[in-house]
Antibody, heavy 124, light 113 residues
Framework: QLQLQESGPGLVKPSETLSLTCTVS??????????WGWIRQPPGKGLEWIVN???????YYNPSLKSRVTISVDTSKNQFSLKLSSVTAADTAVYYC????????????????WGQGTLVTVSS | DIVMTQSPDSLAVSLGERATINCKSS????????????LAWYQQKPGQPPKLLIY???TRESGVPDRFSGSGSGTDFTLTISSLQAEDVAIYYC?????????FGPGTKVDIK
């Protein structure tokens, strides 16, 4: 059974960089039918897709966040990571990693496996 | 960007009764070459991540009870819970994957009357 687990600091200071890692177990991150993504949810609000990455390094970004987002994949550790720079209070949210089901040559499809999420609070 | 809207914002339904949630996209999410609607539905219970219920607008994910069904095409979609159970209390989201950025609806909260 595929499982995803987010890890990283729960508190980040304004203007600093948020860094999270997602560890995938039960499947290879190099699977050809998977993109790996990050989605966030501010407290009491809806879902916002942030970014996706394929094991080869191919990426899709949400244009609204692209200038501040870096995503990377480490196939040797079966992990992928998110960095969000210059954070403000508006970036306070539960951050989820998820598998984005994929089939060539299209864009990724639906999110079929999710991590439990990790709350990141931006505050001094 | 494709904007997703949902109605109602919330609804309360008696146990065993039908719940209907609507989702509308600002442009069609029907891909003409394969006649598939690039639309998914998720269920989110408090303190939990979203759970995939439906994809391709009407295909139930494995393990999802058959009281959940999806319908619609183009820009208008519906999630129906045919006989509401206590464990169905949750927020339901639609999501389009027709084009990037992938976008979600604002959610519909379902409660017991």
């Amino acid at each position: 059974q595929l499982q995803l687990q987010e890890s990283g600091p729960g508190l980040v200071k304004p203007s600093e960089t948020l860094s999270l890692t997602c560890t995938v177990s039960g499947a290879s991150i190099s699977s050809s039918n998977s993109y790996w993504g990050w989605i966030r949810q501010p407290p009491g609000k809806g879902l916002e897709w942030i970014v996706n990455i394929y094991y080869s390094g191919s990426t899709y970004y949400n244009p609204s966040l692209k200038s501040r987002v870096t995503i990377s994949v480490d196939t040797s550790k079966n992990q992928f990571s998110l960095k969000l720079s210059s954070v403000t209070a508006a970036d306070t949210a539960v951050y989820y990693c998820a598998r984005h089901r994929y089939q060539l040559p299209e864009v990724p499809y639906y999110f079929d496996y999710w991590g439990q999420g990790t709350l990141v609070t931006v505050s001094s | 960007d494709i904007v997703m809207t949902q109605s109602p914002d919330s609804l309360a339904v008696s146990l065993g009764e039908r719940a209907t949630i609507n989702c509308k996209s600002s442009q069609s999410v029907l891909y003409s070459s394969n006649n598939k609607n690039y639309l998914a539905w998720y269920q989110q219970k408090p303190g939990q991540p979203p759970k995939l219920l439906i994809y391709w607008a009407s295909t139930r994910e494995s393990g999802v009870p058959d009281r959940f069904s999806g319908s619609g095409s183009g820009t208008d979609f519906t999630l129906t819970i045919s006989s509401l159970q206590a464990e169905d209390v949750a927020i339901y989201y639609c999501q389009q994957y027709y084009s990037t950025p992938f976008t979600f609806g604002p959610g519909t909260k379902v409660d017991i009357k």
